[in-house]
């Protein structure tokens, strides 16, 4: 990376979607290619690490990852009597 800043932050994306919404598959897939590619990822560095001893420096990269499906009810009637 050109400068730290350019690699580090964060961000929570939510996507409120139902059964038969039209982007349901896409939040769905993005939860698990998320978690494959950054699995993926971090085996082959372990592999090569394994293979290859680190310097004396180097840069320890943190990805949080935290990911869940929270099951939503709208009842217009809550709080009416």
Do not use: M
Not at 1 to 14: E, I, K, N
Not at 36 to 48: D, N, P, T
């Amino acid at each position: 990376p050109t400068s730290l800043d350019d690699v580090t932050g964060g961000s929570t994306y939510t996507f409120d979607v139902y059964p038969g919404h039209p982007f349901e598959a896409d939040a769905y897939n993005v939860l698990r290619g998320v978690r494959e590619r950054v699995g993926e990822l971090r085996e082959q560095i372990e592999r090569y690490n394994a293979a290859h001893p680190l310097p004396e420096e180097f840069n320890n990269v943190v990805v949080y990852v935290g990911q869940c499906v929270v099951e939503q009810c709208r009842n217009v009637d809550v709080g009416k009597e």
